[in-house]
């Protein structure tokens, strides 16, 4: 690095000039080691922080099935694919349990959004009532993901995890897991990125939104989940490939409550929930759309 420094010639201020020069190197010189401490630091900081691509531990929450036995959870997987085999111009497909299934399904509470809001995207719901991560894992692996060329969704919004805290078997008994209240968070955690990458992996040109757990009235359940939340938040993400959104501020009151008019029974929402849920999330879908597909053909995480 030259530096030049300008001074008079008057030799009476030699000393004077000296001094400056020495004061002048010496603040350089202090800086120069603050931005490489500052430089290491945030080097070592991107190093600690886990990546979503990271691999994931095996666990009850992150291990697929073999088969989905249960008949309805069959037919919904059927469902799906039969809906994903004839896409034509699907943007958006909402992935999840009962609380995206009623988007339009079933009890449908939030069918008049939908409908206002979502339509336009040509949208498929992928919900599925009761579901857990490693079913997830399965359809999303299996056939649920299976457009046609040239047919993949612009933007994959998930919604996953709730019930890995409550489900101990599948919806007819057929099969038992080992999930429940005692799950660790970190394998729900883990369970929900699987599903995630398992978007990435398949669907290559997709960008993906993954909501945290929403909050619940069960207080012992919602400090899980909350902290599930935490560490799917503590991720380092593709940037634009995959966003994280933890709509807790929306559904919560200042007393750290859920907001009664906004869910039916303390876990699902009312229209009015689903409302709070499409003013969070349809600015970035319309965000992510705008984007284009992603270009990347490295798939080697």
Same mark, same amino acid.
């Given at each position: ?20 020069? =020495? ?37 009850? =929450?992150? @291990? ?7 008949? $309805? ?28 299934? =009623? ?6 509470? #939030? ?18 009532? #009761? ?6 894992? $399965?359809?999303?692996?299996? #056939? ?20 890995? $805290? ?30 995630? !990458? ?20 069960? !207080? ?16 380092? $993400? ?11 501020? !929306?559904?919560?009151?200042? !007393? ?44 080697? @995480?």
């Amino acid at each position: 690095m030259k530096i030049t420094l300008h001074s008079e010639t008057n030799p009476s201020s030699g000393g004077a000039a000296r001094a400056m020069v =020495s004061q002048a190197f010496s603040t350089l010189l202090t800086a120069l080691a603050l931005a490489v401490t500052w430089s290491s630091a945030e080097a070592q900081s991107r190093e600690t922080i886990p990546s979503f691509w990271d691999p994931v531990p095996p666990s009850s =929450s992150t @291990k697929a099935p073999e088969q989905i036995h249960d008949d $309805y959870w069959r037919s919904e997987f059927e469902r799906v694919n039969k809906e994903v085999a004839e896409a034509d111009a699907t943007q958006v497909v909402f992935f999840g349990d009962s609380i995206t299934l =009623s988007w339009s399904l079933a009890n449908a509470k #939030g069918k008049a959004v939908w409908e206002e809001r979502l339509a336009k995207y040509q949208p498929i719901n992928m919900g599925n009532s #009761g579901d857990i991560t490693p079913v997830m894992l $399965y359809r999303a692996t299996k #056939g649920n993901l299976d457009f046609a060329e040239g047919q993949a969704p612009a933007v994959a919004v998930l919604l996953c995890g709730t019930n890995n $805290y409550v489900v101990v078997q599948s919806d007819g008994g057929k099969v038992k897991w080992d999930l429940g209240m005692e799950t660790p968070p970190a394998e729900v955690a883990d369970g929900i990125r699987a599903v995630a !990458q398992a978007f990435r992996r398949k669907l290559t040109t997709t960008r993906v939104i993954v909501l945290g757990i929403l909050p619940v009235k069960d !207080q012992t359940k919602w400090a899980k989940c909350r902290e599930t939340n935490r560490i799917l938040a503590s991720y380092n $993400y593709p940037k634009d490939e995959v966003v994280f959104i933890d709509l807790e501020d !929306q559904f919560l009151d200042a !007393q750290g409550t859920i907001k009664p008019e906004l869910f039916t029974d303390g876990t699902h929402l009312t229209p009015e929930g689903y409302e709070v849920m499409a003013d969070a999330i349809v600015p970035q879908i319309e965000r992510l759309i705008g984007m284009g597909p992603i270009k990347s053909t490295d798939q080697s @995480k």
